[in-house]
């Protein structure tokens, strides 16, 4: 067996590892398909998380997969069962700093619990499609706080896996006025593919003018405003909270799902005068079980999200490519 390891900063290696010992309480998952997240980049970037010197950290967290070994006193699943896993429902948090990560052909899942930590999925819902469920339920916990209904007009910054997924949940719950950025044209061509009424790349278009034209104007005592109701950053970029601060209406709302490594200023006096709204969205407290209900009906849209597939002996070259600002979801697939 092989596990995907962080060893060092820009250092990550396929290394041997021996076959998962699983207790009363744990299941053994053969992993099917797994997807390169933003957080697997950025822990190699800082050279793993939780690693001890001379230790390494496993990294792999949007995993599906097939059940193949069950502990005795695990209910509700038996060997041969279909799953995804809920890595934040795990004790060791799989993939982001504990003992096991998810680019592995056989995954310990320790205490497994049916609903919790692993979640059935549809005997006809492809592997790949099914290891979007992570991050699909990232963005749709980020919708769910930004509050958006039908009607709204949203804006999301940033058009990688997560902000495209926003744009898909948006699209599902009949918010037909998204406009989404981002610097690379491909993805904004996934965006509009995805149902974005609009789409702006910073780079060539005014964002303030580009939004006046599209979600109008409103008045903010003497100030002019920007029309938009909710406000989704799933980019990162610094200048952005206080270019949403600068143009918010009157109770608007902004949404950061995105990680700052560094402290933003903000100004507090335009905010005052605005009544907006800024809060955080991280993970997926509840929303896994949600997307895996639509998920059969949403199979072949989603789908889309997938940009590249590798297999798992050439994980290496799917981080790099994960990397590159024309990619979506890269995919690591491992063999039947």
């Known amino acids: 067996m ?26 053994v998952v053969k992993v099917k398909a797994c997807g390169v997240c933003g957080s697997d980049l950025s822990y190699v970037k800082v050279g793993g998380i939780h690693r001890k010197p001379g230790g390494v950290t496993p990294i792999g967290h949007e995993a599906a997969g097939e059940v193949v070994v069950v502990g005795s006193a695990v209910k509700g699943v038996s060997v041969g069962q279909r799953v995804v896993i809920n890595p934040m429902m795990t004790p060791s948090y799989i993939g982001s700093g504990g003992p096991e990560g998810a680019f592995t052909e056989e995954l310990l899942v320790r205490d497994a619990r049916v609903g919790d930590s692993l979640l059935p999925i549809p005997d006809d819902l492809p592997y790949d499609v099914a290891a979007l469920t992570e991050p699909l339920a990232v963005a749709l916990h980020g919708v769910n706080r930004s509050q958006a209904k039908a009607g709204d007009k949203v804006v999301v910054f940033g058009c990688g896996p997560i902000g ?4 898909v949940w948006l699209v599902d719950r009949g918010v037909t006025d998204v406009v989404a950025l981002d610097l690379s044209d491909e993805r904004l061509e996934r965006a509009k593919a995805l149902g974005a009424r609009a789409v702006i790349n910073p780079t060539r278009d005014n964002v303030r003018a580009r939004l006046l034209e599209l979600h109008g104007t409103a008045r903010v005592f003497s100030r002019e405003a920007v029309g938009t109701d909710a406000y989704i950053d799933a980019a990162g970029a610094p200048s952005i909270l206080s270019d949403v601060i600068n143009m918010a209406k009157y109770q608007s709302r902004l949404v950061v799902t995105a990680a700052y490594m560094k402290p933003v200023e903000i100004n507090l006096g335009t905010m005052l005068t605005t009544e907006m709204t800024i809060t955080t969205a991280v993970g997926y407290p509840d929303e896994m079980p949600d997307v895996i209900a639509a998920l059969p009906r949403l199979r072949d849209k989603v789908a889309t999200l997938i940009s590249h597939r590798y297999p798992f002996d050439r994980v290496i070259d799917a981080f790099a490519t994960a990397g590159t600002p024309g990619s979506a979801k890269v995919m690591v697939e491992f063999d039947a």
């Open 2 to 27: 092989r596990v995907l390891n962080i060893h060092g900063v820009d250092d990550v290696r396929l290394d041997p590892i021996d076959p998962p010992r699983p207790g009363n309480s744990d299941v």
């Open 164 to 167: 495209l997924g926003m744009v």
